[in-house]
Protein backbone atom coordinates (compact mmCIF):
# COMPACT_ATOMS: atom_id res chain seq x y z
CA UNK A 1 0.00 0.00 0.00
CA UNK A 2 2.47 2.23 0.80
CA UNK A 3 5.14 1.82 -2.22
CA UNK A 4 1.43 2.45 -4.46
CA UNK A 5 1.70 5.93 -2.96
CA UNK A 6 4.74 6.26 -3.37
CA UNK A 7 4.68 5.61 -6.95
CA UNK A 8 1.35 7.73 -7.29
CA UNK A 9 3.36 10.83 -5.68
CA UNK A 10 6.65 10.01 -7.95
CA UNK A 11 4.39 11.28 -10.61
CA UNK A 12 2.28 13.85 -9.07
CA UNK A 13 4.94 15.47 -6.84
CA UNK A 14 6.80 17.58 -10.13
CA UNK A 15 3.59 19.30 -11.05
CA UNK A 16 2.71 20.21 -7.03
CA UNK A 17 6.60 21.40 -6.92
CA UNK A 18 6.38 23.58 -10.15
CA UNK A 19 3.22 24.80 -9.04
CA UNK A 20 4.26 25.72 -5.73
CA UNK A 21 7.58 27.38 -6.75
CA UNK A 22 6.14 29.00 -9.63
CA UNK A 23 2.61 30.47 -8.03
CA UNK A 24 5.21 31.86 -4.95
CA UNK A 25 7.53 33.28 -7.23
CA UNK A 26 4.46 34.88 -9.44
CA UNK A 27 3.11 35.97 -5.89
CA UNK A 28 6.70 37.96 -4.98
CA UNK A 29 6.76 39.71 -8.45
CA UNK A 30 3.56 40.64 -8.63
CA UNK A 31 3.24 41.85 -5.45
CA UNK A 32 6.08 43.95 -5.76
CA UNK A 33 4.92 45.48 -9.33
CA UNK A 34 1.57 46.04 -7.70
CA UNK A 35 3.23 47.81 -4.60
CA UNK A 36 5.39 50.18 -7.04
CA UNK A 37 2.46 51.05 -8.98
CA UNK A 38 -0.45 50.40 -7.06
CA UNK A 39 0.43 50.24 -3.73
CA UNK A 40 -1.07 46.78 -3.24
CA UNK A 41 -0.59 43.20 -2.63
CA UNK A 42 -1.54 40.49 -5.42
CA UNK A 43 -4.64 38.71 -4.62
CA UNK A 44 -4.76 35.13 -3.47
CA UNK A 45 -7.17 34.41 -6.48
CA UNK A 46 -4.21 35.11 -8.86
CA UNK A 47 -1.80 32.81 -6.70
CA UNK A 48 -4.24 30.01 -6.96
CA UNK A 49 -5.20 30.38 -10.53
CA UNK A 50 -1.16 30.24 -11.15
CA UNK A 51 -0.75 27.39 -9.18
CA UNK A 52 -3.71 25.27 -11.09
CA UNK A 53 -1.98 26.47 -14.75
CA UNK A 54 1.52 25.64 -13.88
CA UNK A 55 0.43 22.03 -15.67
CA UNK A 56 -0.51 23.90 -18.66
CA UNK A 57 3.07 25.98 -18.92
CA UNK A 58 5.05 22.85 -18.15
CA UNK A 59 3.07 21.35 -21.00
CA UNK A 60 3.59 24.74 -23.19
CA UNK A 61 7.47 23.55 -22.80
CA UNK A 62 7.13 20.15 -23.73
CA UNK A 63 5.27 20.31 -26.58
CA UNK A 64 7.24 23.63 -28.15
CA UNK A 65 10.44 22.26 -27.36
CA UNK A 66 12.12 24.50 -29.94
CA UNK A 67 14.06 27.50 -28.21
CA UNK A 68 12.61 29.93 -30.49
CA UNK A 69 8.99 28.90 -30.85
CA UNK A 70 8.57 28.06 -27.35
CA UNK A 71 9.55 31.54 -25.96
CA UNK A 72 7.43 33.27 -28.68
CA UNK A 73 4.53 31.25 -28.58
CA UNK A 74 4.17 31.60 -24.54
CA UNK A 75 2.05 35.27 -23.88
CA UNK A 76 -0.40 33.19 -25.55
CA UNK A 77 -0.22 30.83 -23.10
CA UNK A 78 -0.66 33.33 -20.10
CA UNK A 79 -3.41 35.42 -22.55
CA UNK A 80 -5.20 31.69 -22.67
CA UNK A 81 -4.88 31.55 -19.03
CA UNK A 82 -6.03 35.41 -18.54
CA UNK A 83 -9.17 34.76 -20.26
CA UNK A 84 -10.12 31.49 -19.14
CA UNK A 85 -9.84 32.01 -15.53
CA UNK A 86 -10.61 35.81 -15.83
CA UNK A 87 -14.25 34.86 -17.38
CA UNK A 88 -14.78 31.54 -15.27
CA UNK A 89 -14.26 33.80 -12.58
CA UNK A 90 -16.19 36.51 -13.61
CA UNK A 91 -19.68 35.16 -15.05
CA UNK A 92 -19.91 32.30 -12.59
CA UNK A 93 -18.32 33.61 -9.88
CA UNK A 94 -18.94 37.19 -9.70
CA UNK A 95 -15.28 37.97 -8.86
CA UNK A 96 -12.79 39.87 -11.16
CA UNK A 97 -9.07 39.55 -9.59
CA UNK A 98 -7.24 41.89 -12.15
CA UNK A 99 -8.70 44.25 -14.76
CA UNK A 100 -6.33 45.51 -17.32
CA UNK A 101 -7.18 49.29 -17.90
CA UNK A 102 -4.90 50.10 -21.16
CA UNK A 103 -5.40 50.96 -24.64
CA UNK A 104 -4.15 47.30 -25.39
CA UNK A 105 -6.73 45.58 -22.91
CA UNK A 106 -9.19 43.53 -24.50
CA UNK A 107 -12.19 41.09 -23.11
CA UNK A 108 -13.57 43.02 -21.12
CA UNK A 109 -10.05 44.23 -19.06
CA UNK A 110 -9.45 40.29 -18.60
CA UNK A 111 -6.22 40.82 -21.29
CA UNK A 112 -3.66 42.74 -22.20
CA UNK A 113 -1.27 42.81 -25.15
CA UNK A 114 0.66 45.80 -23.14
CA UNK A 115 1.83 43.00 -20.79
CA UNK A 116 3.11 40.94 -23.73
CA UNK A 117 6.68 42.21 -23.22
CA UNK A 118 6.58 41.25 -19.63
CA UNK A 119 5.06 37.61 -21.13
CA UNK A 120 7.82 36.92 -23.46
CA UNK A 121 10.59 37.98 -21.21
CA UNK A 122 8.90 35.74 -18.93
CA UNK A 123 8.60 32.85 -21.37
CA UNK A 124 12.69 33.38 -21.61
CA UNK A 125 13.44 33.22 -17.82
CA UNK A 126 11.32 30.47 -17.49
CA UNK A 127 13.09 28.30 -21.12
CA UNK A 128 15.99 28.88 -19.23
CA UNK A 129 14.64 27.63 -16.22
CA UNK A 130 13.63 24.21 -17.77
CA UNK A 131 17.01 24.01 -19.37
CA UNK A 132 18.97 23.94 -16.26
CA UNK A 133 15.86 22.46 -13.86
CA UNK A 134 14.28 19.73 -16.23
CA UNK A 135 11.52 17.44 -15.11
CA UNK A 136 13.34 14.67 -15.18
CA UNK A 137 15.61 16.44 -12.77
CA UNK A 138 12.56 16.34 -10.01
CA UNK A 139 11.71 12.98 -10.92
CA UNK A 140 15.65 12.10 -10.28
CA UNK A 141 14.92 14.21 -6.67
CA UNK A 142 11.79 12.68 -5.38
CA UNK A 143 13.58 8.89 -6.50
CA UNK A 144 16.25 9.63 -4.08
CA UNK A 145 14.10 11.31 -1.56
CA UNK A 146 11.67 7.74 -2.16
CA UNK A 147 14.60 5.48 -1.99
CA UNK A 148 15.60 7.00 1.36
CA UNK A 149 12.16 6.47 2.91
CA UNK A 150 12.30 2.87 1.85
CA UNK A 151 15.39 2.43 3.08
CA UNK A 152 13.93 3.47 6.86
Not at 8 to 35: D, G, K, M, N
Not at 66 to 94: K, T
Not at 100 to 118: E, V
Amino acid sequence: MFNQILHQLYYIFPFVFYAFLFSTIYAVIETIYRLINYGKFTTLGQTLITFIWTPCIILHYMIFDDDFFSVVLFPFNIWLCEYIFGYLFLYYANMRFWKYNDDLTFCDGIISFYFGGYWFLLGIVLHDFFLIFTYSHVLFIISLFTCAIRQQ
